[in-house]
């Protein structure tokens, strides 16, 4: 089992920058995969973004590709995904997730935390 509690979240206007923060607990850090998913209004949850167990490997969904950054600090149980140039687009609930079978960047996960809202006003 894992549980994975998000922060970090707020409004912010278009151009502005946010970090989003995870910290997991009950097993191993540094031993799986981590990623962040979002959903907006009226929309299916997406994938944002992936990191391998030790940091060295990440997937970006093509939307946010040179404008976001996740990466993970073992020592720390968390993950972070560092939003630059933000749009009115980006407005979404942020989810932490965590695949604990898998090492490598993957967009399947098993375990979710409870969001975190993500407001962008242009």
């Known amino acids: 089992q894992v549980q994975l509690v998000e922060s970090g979240g707020g409004l912010v206007q278009a151009g502005d920058s946010l970090r989003l923060s995870c910290a997991a607990s009950?097993?191993?850090?540094?031993?799986?995969?981590m990623g962040w998913f979002r959903q907006a209004p009226g929309k299916e949850r997406e994938f944002v973004a992936s990191?391998?167990?030790?940091?060295?490997?990440?997937d970006y969904a093509d939307s946010v590709k040179g404008r976001f950054t996740i990466s993970r600090d073992n020592a720390k149980n968390t993950v972070y995904l560092q939003m630059n140039s933000l749009k009115s687009e980006d407005t979404a609930v942020y989810y932490c997730?965590?695949?604990?079978?898998?090492?490598?960047?993957?967009?399947?996960?098993?375990?979710w935390g409870q969001g975190t809202q993500v407001t962008v006003s242009s």
């Open positions: 009950g097993r191993t850090f540094g031993r799986y995969a």
């Open positions: 990191i391998n167990w030790s940091g060295s490997s990440t």
């Open positions: 997730a965590a695949n604990i079978v898998v090492v490598t960047t993957t967009r399947r996960y098993d375990y």
